[in-house]
């Protein structure tokens, strides 16, 4: 998507100001860089069933190159254990801090980003109205799909399903949309190292066919 508007598939009246644009660049940053974001990457799928949100971790990455105000662990740290500690010295720290880290996040158009995590009904609601008009290649590339799919399996429940958000526990609905939208986004039947198969068992040990909207019977019934 160009935010110029030269190849929108989006139209805006406002040349797009406030609106978040996803691109995909496998070479962007140093290797030193990349290798943060996978680290990032591995650590939270290692950790999701703990921390739910990744908490902006790789735009705040990007931001922090961008802007070169890269945070160190050292930079205005301040470690109290009793209320008299609280200084002049430590308040002027502590604000510089929280005044660095806003200005990091804000965009170059003045707005402050960030992601609307929590919802899984709307992501699928999405892929399946892009499927249903034909257009789901033309709007997703292959990058947006791969990353949809690692989000969905990053947030499945330890018994196969998913919710109706990513704290939720499972149910038929959240675990229908999500399963339909992992196969309409081209992962395979038995994919996901052996997720497909906890998702497709979730649902017929719940009643399968007979519980679940029309259009997960649909695929339910062919994969």
């Given at each position: 998507?160009s935010?110029?508007?030269?190849?929108?598939?989006?139209?805006?009246?406002?040349?797009?100001?406030?609106r978040?644009?996803?691109?995909?660049?496998?070479?962007?940053?140093?290797?030193?860089?990349?290798?943060?974001?996978?680290?990032a990457?591995?650590?939270?799928?290692?950790?999701?069933?703990?921390?739910?949100?990744?908490?902006?971790?790789?735009?705040?990455?990007?931001?922090?190159?961008?802007?070169?105000?890269?945070m160190?662990?050292?930079?205005?740290?301040?470690?109290?254990?009793?209320?008299e500690?609280?200084?002049?010295e430590?308040?002027?720290?502590?604000?510089k801090?929280?005044?660095?880290?806003?200005?990091?996040?804000q965009?170059?158009?003045g707005f402050?980003?960030?992601?609307?995590?929590?919802?899984?009904?709307?992501?699928?609601?999405?892929?399946?109205?892009?499927?249903?008009?034909?257009?789901?290649n033309?709007?997703?590339?292959p990058?947006?799909?791969?990353?949809?799919?690692?989000?969905?399996?990053?947030?499945?429940?330890?018994?196969?399903?998913?919710?109706?958000?990513?704290?939720?526990?499972?149910?038929?609905?959240?675990?229908?949309?999500?399963?339909?939208?992992l196969?309409?986004?081209?992962?395979?039947?038995?994919?996901?190292?052996?997720?497909?198969?906890?998702?497709?068992?979730?649902?017929?040990d719940?009643?399968?066919?007979?519980?679940?909207?029309?259009?997960?019977?649909?695929?339910?019934?062919?994969?």
């Open positions: 998507l935010s110029e508007g030269d190849e929108e598939l989006v139209r805006s009246v406002n040349k797009h100001i406030g978040q644009f996803w691109e995909f660049d496998p070479n962007l940053g140093t290797q030193q860089e990349r290798a943060q974001v996978e680290q990457r591995n650590e939270f799928h290692h950790n999701r069933f703990i921390t739910n949100t990744i908490s902006d971790l790789l735009m705040r990455f990007q931001f922090e190159r961008e802007k070169g105000l890269k160190k662990d050292s930079d205005y740290k301040v470690k109290m254990k009793k209320e500690e609280v200084t002049e430590v308040v002027e720290m502590t604000l801090r929280a005044l660095r880290n806003v200005s990091m996040m965009a170059d158009d402050w980003p960030g992601d609307y995590g929590g919802p899984l009904f709307l992501m699928p609601s999405l892929v399946i109205g892009l499927w249903v008009t034909g257009a789901l033309a709007v997703l590339s990058d947006h799909q791969t990353e949809m799919r690692r989000y969905l399996f990053n947030h499945q429940n330890k018994d196969g399903g998913w919710g109706l958000h990513i704290a939720g526990p499972s149910t038929m609905f959240g675990t229908a949309l999500s399963y339909v939208t196969r309409l986004l081209g992962e395979e039947m038995d994919g996901g190292n052996g997720s497909m198969q906890k998702a497709r068992r979730w649902i017929l719940r009643g399968g066919a007979t519980s679940i909207p029309s259009w997960g019977k649909l695929w339910l019934s062919v994969s």
